[in-house]
């Protein structure tokens, strides 16, 4: 009957991970969660209800027998899960309505022995006593009745087991949670304690909830709660996000008229529900806080079903109304943005304004529909839906996408008799490896091996600062290769494990905690040695302690290598060594686990300046929430302008943009505008820095990610993903920092994080379209422009410019990965070499310093920082910055002058009065803040200069890369020869490595920089020199010449410097391929005579004379422009090479 195609089509896809674990005394236990929602969870709550703080107000009869229920079901479940081989975490087939699958007899025997308890398994369950209840949980094969009306069949929850002789059978393993849920609410009436109950769940869940939106960055203002105006519904306030306000109001299940023989009854709670709206928006006049108050409602149930509707608010400000398991999925996945309540609070009212009808199972399908049209309800370009059915699905997928980021679980404390709750650290796909939750005392690691549960945790002596910091970071990798360890030799660590437990602790310290601090801030340890050095200690069964030795200090912090991750497997395979039964080569073990090169997880060191130390805030990304937004008013405000829907005409393309452009430079000019001018600067700055940090931080760190979990890990991904959103929020951030300088404001708003948000999503948007606008103008795309149905200005996707950028930017990320992956480490000595005389000379024409000079006045402008402010950015007069610099420095007042006046930015009359200067999306700009590093304020009592020392020590690279690359747009004599050699240099060098790369494909003959052969020139027809082959390869055995056209291009980074590169590569009677093309011609029309040069003879037959463009790296522009000329990166030039001569032999081989 259930496979027939009426019954499945009624089947709705599962909403939840179909395996969990329940916290309890003996626990954790495994539990299916069935057909009833969040099964798992809410039996969980009144566990936590009943035995957690304040369950000592319910009767201690009801307490008792409430455990002896619990003990015995929950062990019951357990037992049948794990004889069934089910596991933490699983989820349920992705299959709807198909055909229901029987398995074989084998498996089926398997099954029913899972279920099936004689007196013995029993026994191991629960004491006997306990075991009683079983009998009123139980009917004979056969006493259940099939019903097939419309509407829940309790009697496989009432009495889910079967009796059979001298044991039971599990009939309805699946649902035994909602059963243990249900008998507990009936045990609580039956002694009179449900309203207590009822009282202590909406307090559990209240403290749930606020202290979820705590981890989420809000703070909890006082009183904790507010005073209790409904005696249902209990309340709490929060700040969050600088302006923002969260009130919190809790309401749950009341158990009234609870029906002990219907597991899914009705709670009648239309009347609460209106209450708990009347509490928090309450009719009236709007208060200016209600337009920054987040509402959110928190409707609890337990397990049975009721009805939820809100009213429209009455109130500005967002409504959102969820359960606590749901608002912990959506905490999981986007908690460390402390506005995603807010945004989709927002977002979510205007979906139920705007549609006349939305049907939702749960706010976290809701949840799950937005998130999966990037944090909006923009759901397609066509006309806003009328009416909107999410699909249960939704929850689903987030939940098991936050089961595999965090897989939060309890295991056993190794300290005390309690339940600890843990969190993936790395991804559940990834490694086994947990950090405890932050609501427990301990700060431990745990490795969940099989078997064995290895615990990592620091020494009872506190560390602070940076000794703390590194603390961490060495406990992380002792996890780590324990984890390794286990996987390579898997009875190592059980040699040293408490086998009674199946646990092992793992402790760690510091010798001499003050000499290693000093060690850490870049005192010299006067004893030191070469090798790291870690000492250790097998204790009693169980027990391992590892002491790092100061002596050792200057080896563990290198920068290159993994010497340090080295000594700790040393160190760890050395102790389980001494206790292995059999032969352990530690030598081997460490070579196999550990081989030098990348792997390694203690990046320490002393922090390069880009990593300097300091409080800083969250590196924040552009938000694709405030990015929908933006949109969506830009086309209202295009439709405004009288622009009508539908396609827009090719030749209106560019004015369609700019006006888009101008709107979005009018809304950051509106919006600075307002802002007050105390410490604005400095917040901008302090945000840049936090990107600067945090793109530093993850370029030293991706190599070793790669080479530890692989570029499929989750930690792997999330780095590399995260690139194009980091370059695009920096462009951003130094938009508005540019702006402020040159326009400051005069308003009274702070920045807040909304407004910072805005004007971010904002700046992207204007620099992208002024970007599209560009490639449109130099002919690189042909997309077409439409005002959509939606409302939106939409883009046509797929055209040649978004293609090749695409397509470029997969390939060098691609190159990166692999070469990260593939670059065995070595030893490299670092050398600084001083820049020559004659760039000396030449920056001193340009600029009136030296490169030497702007080197040490950047290092002098960071140390006074440091030296006379107490936070970063940092602020000064301009006047104590002069005197400091020429003091120190002992240079003149005019390099002084020259110095400062190339490197600050300053207020101007108008933004756009340095004309292409001041466009964001351009690059090598004299006034942007990549080069002006300092900003200078004009206030009443004198002008102040701010800098943040991390912009200020990336900016000396940056001008060095300008000279040395010859980008640098000299107006001196001096500097335009200087840079015409460093090219012709550079050209040079790169004919060589072309030359090399040919040899290296298999040419046994190569040249390069020729300009003869047999003496003759290479000349057209009509008498034109042709110029020198650049590099040329010669393979006799597959009758091939190669003639290369090296060119050494700098990356081009906008439509601008696109058209450039276009220009030379390709386009014109001057570009690389026409000039490659008609010289591979002159070796045709001569090929005896080059023959005869290179190889010896003059037998044409056969050959064959290919031309190719080399470049130093992969173009964007031989991507969106064809070429009829290959076109190849340097890197890939051999390879190319191979495949043309092997195709050719194949080709031969066929004849």
Known sequence: MISSPTVRAQED??????????PFHGGPYLIAQGLTERSAYTVSLVLRSVFGPGGESLPSAYRRDARVLAQVLLGLSDSVLVRAGLRRGVTAPASVREEVFVPGEPALV???NAVTFDEAALAAVAPAQALRLLDDLSVPPGGHVLTTEIGSDPGLILTPLLAASGGVIVANPAELATTLRHYLLVLAGAHDCQPTLARLVRENALHEASALLVHCGARLLQPATLPAQDPQISRARFAFADDKVLDLAVIADDLSDYDDHDPYGFWNAAGLVQRVQDLIDAPGDALEEDARCLRLIVNQGLGRASTFGLREPSRPGPVLATTVDDLKVMAELDGTDPLFLWRFAQADNKLYADAQFVHSFSKLDNYGLYR?????????????????????DFSEALRIEAHRR???HVVASPHRPALVPVVALYGVDTAPIYRTHPSVPERELLVETAGLHVWVGGSEVETTGELESFQSMVLEAVAYWAWQLSLTAPGALRALADDHRGRLQITMSFDDLDRWQDALTGHPIHDEEEKPRIAWKAGSKGRLHLELLARGASTLLQEEGNNADRAIVRALTEAAAERWQGELDTDVLVERIAPYGHKKMLHGGISPMLLRPGPLPAARLVQPAVSAVVLDELGEWIGAQGIRQGAIPEDQRLKVLNKAVGHYFQRIQEGIAKLSPDNLMSELMARHEALIRDEALQDRILP??????????????????DSRRRVAAAQASRFLIEYTAATPPSGDKPLTLDTYDTLVAIAAELISRSTLSDAIRHDFSLVQLSLLESGRLGVSRGDRFETGTNALALARAQSVMRGLAQDPLAPQARQTTAPSAQVEQAMLAEFGFTLTDLAQGLGEIIALGDDACESEPFVLPVAQVKQRVQSHLGWAEDTVHAFLDRLTLRPR???LSVNADAWPWRYNREWSYARRPLVRMTLADGDLLAWAPRHVWSTGPYWAELVYSGRLKATSATMKKLLGSIRQEHNKDFEKQAQQALAQAGCPITAHSVAKIAGRRLMSPQG?????IDAVGINPKRRKIFVVEAKDFEMARNPSELANEADALLRGDKSATVKIARRAQWIRNHLALTLNQFTGTRDTHGWSVIPVVATSRDLMASRVLASDVPVVAIDGLPAWAEVQMRSQAARRRKR
């Open 13 to 22: 896809p599962y909403n939840d991970l179909y395996t969990a674990e329940v």
């Open 909 to 911: 009359p108008e933004f």
């Open 704 to 721: 070793a990610r790669l080479a530890c979990f692989g570029a499929s890990s989750q930690p792997a991904r999330e780095l590399a993903e």
């Open 1024 to 1028: 034109h020199d042709l110029g020198d």
């Open 110 to 112: 398997a099954l029913r």
């Open 406 to 408: 965090h897989d939060h």
């Open 372 to 392: 999966d049209h990037d944090y909006s309800y923009y759901l397609s370009d066509g006309p806003k839906p009328t009416g909107v059915m999410v699909n249960p």
